[in-house]
């Protein structure tokens, strides 16, 4: 009832709007009369929702720019004023503005989990592809250690980012059949203009943003701009969580019929990764509470006891690593975006060169905390007779000063992790458009796509430390001579493979936009992709770094043996999209789509499928299939605009991965299927006040796969939604703006079968802006401002749920922002 209640009144809701919007201009004419009318107004409020209406996209068009409400797909747009109004917290954060779409940012600045419209996913952003001016910045959407966003660093260097969910997306570019994010650089125009910025904020926050853009010479123009930023973070370390910055710019020449873009972005930043931290769980998981002593909203077990960690690689190997690195980025971007009119023939070249260290130094959790005195009776358990003629009877365990630790304390095992990432690829896509018969524009295009992931990998390396914020780490001893924890170290390396990648992918596409009348246009489109994978991956075999028995904690460490195991693997896969737009007005339309796409196996599928044969086995490891089809209404006017969209999905044949905490890798596949409602509705009662929601209801299931079959598809909420109300108040010729977001973030399961439950949250933002003049503007926002206690991931280590003391990632606590910036 309650479903069938929700739906009946989206619809109803659209049917009003619709005959509203059919009401209010039945004519052509009329509409032009109106819309001059508002564009008159003398209203900053008309003349953003002028813009709003003008909105041309370029993601997922075939050819040149469309209308956003004149588009048959569901898309997001936001310019700059929104993204800063947003106060996304990293890159990941801005999908917070686009529904269907969910994301755990509370990582920090990389290392997101994204999950989209009921897209079946359980870590990072498989269904996720980043793209800077049109082109895929890492042809691959997701690798273990490695998601789109993590590449992609927010400036003042961006003009608007476009968000396109399934559409055309799976015939175009990489083939995306989830959420495609594409970020548009600022581009020099004929008059000057440059800012810089000074922030500062919660955890220390230093931050300067600089631009500069403008003409060059005649038919030249060009930008220039980056950030510097150091900061503690909302979870002080100890230690700067974020240290680094970019720098962009851009060269435009305008040629006779069309322009070239030259791009290029340096990046060096340095970000610390949260992961669990101790938490009381009660009520089946319903009720999340402090764990005693431990800040969820601001601490993390990291210190600076642990920052600098070594790794036992093997007999006389040991390497150093620095907890401040983090999941950092270094990497450069170069890309030339072509446009030309030859002819008849419209001609677009879109390329891109990426080359970049996505290395991860990182804490993982284990098991759930425990007391001291529990794990000391669990080490003499285990190694009490671990020395002949030898039995321990006690346990003796001290800090690194050799303090006595209480057998009260609660402590945790935490692993510190290190791997090595270098990727790096080249894409390139040519189309070629042509009107061939009178309103039938036909485009023919490829993508071609080169790309490497180099891997090192040390796993595992488990360290015991208080269960406490900034926590201590502790050694155990026996009386039998057994050296249980060394250093805090208490677990060896349980996995590290040495890995080389190779990836090549060859797609053609044709599609046709057919303008049937003045009202109704269609698109259809077709696609022939071909993927190949090379991999090399170490063999593995276990040993004792130091050939002594009784130092435990390093017995049975994984190391490469020195040979390879050499896995390849070609797929080929066809896609296709079809959808249709119908003009109620000129600025009111409905649409439908439908299309089928697909994701080829990734690197990671082949290391752990392990074998030629397993590769090879298409029941083992197929290639996904995707399935969607929507319908919605779009409309944008003085009063109010309203995206609102149906979905249904359906996939075959996703492979899941989840990593546990001793190094064992759960593989499994199933499908899923799922609908749902978006919606994203403004609405402007009066003058200068703006009323927005945005959110989404989903049901999506998995199927397929007995052990899943009928579960809810994890990590993903039934409702999500915002409210953000906004209200401009002119002073003289200056402007104070308010504005504030509620949000709501529904029940959830943190793992395929539905044992870890993760409770609903709800968050409250406030900001404000104070421009003083058009040169100088003032901004504040504040986040989660009642300190909700919101989780966004369970224990991804562990395969059940439970009660009492648990791990897991809350969100960030209290934080505050405020800047300055000056026009010129």
């Given at each position: 009832m309650k479903k069938a209640f929700l739906l009946s009144s989206i619809s109803l809701a659209v049917l009003t709007l619709a005959s509203q919007a059919r009401a209010a201009a039945p004519q052509e004419a009329s509409q032009d009369a109106a819309t001059s009318q508002q564009a008159a107004a003398p209203s900053a409020q008309a003349d953003a929702v002028q813009a709003e209406i003008q909105q041309v996209v370029v993601t997922g068009v075939a050819s040149g720019g469309l209308r956003k409400i004149d588009s048959a797909f569901s898309i997001t747009t936001a310019n700059e004023e929104q993204l800063r109004q947003a106060a996304p917290s990293s890159t990941a954060d801005i999908l917070k503005l686009v529904p269907g779409v969910y994301a755990e940012a509370t990582g920090g600045q990389s290392g997101a989990n994204i999950e989209v419209r009921g897209f079946p996913s359980g870590s990072d952003s498989p269904f996720v592809s980043v793209q800077l001016m049109g082109n895929p910045i890492y042809p691959v959407s997701t690798l273990s250690f490695f998601e789109g966003s993590s590449a992609f660093?927010?400036?003042?260097?961006?003009?608007?980012?476009?968000?396109?969910?399934?559409?055309?997306?799976t015939i175009f570019s990489n083939g995306q059949p989830g959420a495609t994010m594409n970020f548009i650089l600022k581009q020099g125009t004929d008059t000057p203009e440059g800012s810089i910025r000074f922030s500062t904020g919660t955890g220390e926050l230093r931050r300067v943003d600089v631009f500069y853009g403008g003409k060059i010479a005649d038919g030249w123009y060009g930008t220039i701009g980056g950030f510097y930023r150091n900061t503690n973070g909302v979870r002080d370390a100890g230690f700067p969580s974020d240290k680094g910055g970019q720098i962009t710019g851009t060269l435009t020449r305008k040629l006779d019929g069309g322009e070239v873009t030259f791009y290029a972005r340096q990046t060096n930043d340095k970000n610390a990764f949260y992961t669990g931290v101790p938490l009381i769980s009660s009520n089946e998981g319903r009720t999340i509470s402090e764990f005693p002593g431990f800040d969820p909203l601001t601490g993390t077990l990291m210190?600076?006891?642990?920052?600098?960690?070594?790794?036992?690689?093997?007999?006389?190997?040991?390497l150093n690593y620095d907890l401040g690195d983090g999941r950092g980025l270094k990497?450069?971007?170069?890309?030339?975006?072509?446009?030309?009119k030859i002819g008849d023939w419209n001609v677009s070249n879109k390329f891109n060169y990426f080359d970049g260290d996505l290395n991860t130094i990182a804490m993982f959790t284990g098991n759930n905390p425990l007391s001291m005195g529990a794990y000391k009776a669990g080490a003499l358990s285990s190694y009490r007779n671990a020395v002949a003629g030898r039995t321990a009877t006690t346990a003796n365990a001290t800090y690194l000063d050799g303090t006595p630790v209480a057998d009260d304390q609660q402590v945790v095992q935490a692993g510190l992790w290190a791997v090595e990432k270098q990727l790096q690829s080249a894409t390139d896509e040519i189309r070629v458009s042509r009107e061939w018969i009178k309103d039938n524009t036909v485009t023919i295009g490829g993508y071609f796509a080169n790309y490497s992931s180099d891997d090192v990998w040390f796993l595992g390396n488990s360290h015991l430390m208080t269960a406490v914020p900034n926590a201590r780490l502790i050694d155990v001893r026996l009386d039998n001579g057994v050296i249980v924890s060394n250093q805090g170290k208490e677990g060896p390396v349980n996995y590290a493979p040495v890995a080389s990648y190779d990836g090549s992918n060859t797609a053609v596409f044709i599609a046709n936009e057919w303008k049937v009348n003045d009202r109704i246009r269609v698109d259809g489109g077709i696609r022939r992709e071909r993927q190949k994978l090379d991999a090399t991956v170490s063999n593995l075999a276990t040993g004792d770094t130091d050939n002594n028995p009784l130092t435990v904690y390093n017995n049975g460490t994984s190391m490469p043996t020195g040979s390879n195991t050499?896995?390849?693997?070609?797929d080929s896969a066809n896609s296709f999209t079809i959808g249709g737009n119908f003009k109620l007005s000129r600025d009111a339309s409905v649409f439908a789509r439908a299309n089928t796409g697909h994701t080829f196996v990734a690197f990671d599928d082949l290391r752990n499928a392990g074998t030629q044969a397993n590769v090879n086995d298409r029941n083992f490891l197929p290639t996904p299939k995707i399935k969607q089809m929507e319908v919605g209404f779009k409309t944008a006017t003085q009063l109010y605009s309203a995206y609102i969209n149906y979905f249904h999905t359906e996939f075959d044949g996703i492979s899941f991965q989840q990593l546990l905490a001793d190094g064992t890798v759960l593989y499994s596949t199933s499908g899923s299927k799922g609908n749902g409602v978006e919606v994203e509705l403004a609405l402007r009662p009066v003058r200068d006040l703006t009323l927005t929601l945005t959110g989404d209801w989903q049901d999506s299931e998995y199927k397929d796969n007995p052990v899943t079959a009928g579960k809810k598809v994890q990590r993903q909420p039934k409702l999500q939604y915002r409210f953000t109300p906004s209200y401009r108040i002119p002073v003289g010729d200056n402007e104070l703006k308010l504005y504030g977001t509620y949000t709501y973030i529904g029940e959830r399961w943190a793992d395929q079968a539905n044992q870890q439950y993760l409770p609903s949250y709800k968050t409250f933002d406030l900001g404000a802006v104070f421009r003083l003049g058009e040169k100088i503007e003032f901004r504040v926002n504040g986040t989660n401002l009642s300190n909700e206690l919101g989780l966004t991931e369970g224990n991804s280590r562990l395969t059940t749920g439970g009660t009492g003391p648990i791990n897991a990632r809350p969100l960030f606590g209290r934080t505050w922002e405020a800047s300055v910036m000056y026009r010129f």
């Open positions: 660093r927010l400036d003042d260097t961006i003009e608007r980012v476009e968000v396109l969910r399934g559409g055309p997306s210190s600076g006891e642990m920052r600098r960690f070594t790794v036992e690689a093997g007999p006389g190997r040991t990497s450069t971007v170069f890309g030339i975006d072509f446009m030309q050499a896995l390849t693997r070609t």
